[in-house]
């Protein structure tokens, strides 16, 4: 008797324990990221399958590419995801790869940095109660801004090296 009863309960929590944990939580791993800017969304793609979409926030001059510091636009392009940290200023944040080389080369040419410090990260520390209200407003500095539990399901569907693509 003692081990049925602690079967049905064992089997019982984890029923109710499960659907918590798959409430908007991507479905896989991603193999790629899709911003769409005139759209304000971050897609999460495998295997050419959107897998998860969230609406985002972005630089606070969003319209064009970044092409230099303190221009206040998010960069168009192709990079990667290529670090995290897990302490910013922010809720969490994960490196885009940009300025490329190509990026470099065009501010050169006109005598400007082409800035940096570009990420995808969840609200400033202490602003998490603004939650999806904070896309009212394009408010970054050229990142992409998502709430704190969108942030935590696009760390754990992406690695390192993940590519993505950023369209206007």
């Not at 109710?16 to 939580?25: E, I």
């Not at 209200?133 to 990142?143: A, E, N, P, Q, V």
Request: aromatic fraction near 6%; glycine fraction near 8%.
């Amino acid at each position: 008797m003692r081990i049925r009863l602690f079967t049905v309960v064992t089997v019982s929590l984890v029923s109710l324990l499960a659907p918590a944990q798959d409430l908007g939580k991507p479905a896989t791993h991603a193999d790629r990221v899709l911003v769409i800017k005139k759209e304000r969304t971050l897609e999460l793609i495998s295997h050419g399958k959107m897998i998860h979409s969230y609406k985002i926030a972005l630089g606070g001059n969003p319209v064009g590419a970044k092409t230099m510091l303190g221009d206040h636009k998010t960069p168009e392009g192709l990079y990667l995801l290529d670090s995290r940290n897990a302490h910013s200023r922010f809720y969490k944040s994960i490196h885009i790869s940009y300025p490329s080389a190509q990026d470099r080369a065009d501010a050169r040419r006109k005598g400007v940095s082409p800035g940096g410090e570009v990420f995808i990260h969840g609200l400033p520390k202490g602003y998490a109660w603004l939650g999806t209200s904070h896309r009212l407003k394009d408010w970054t500095d050229g990142c992409i801004a998502v709430t704190n539990e969108e942030m935590d399901q696009i760390w754990l569907a992406v690695t390192d090296g993940t590519p993505i693509e950023i369209r206007p």
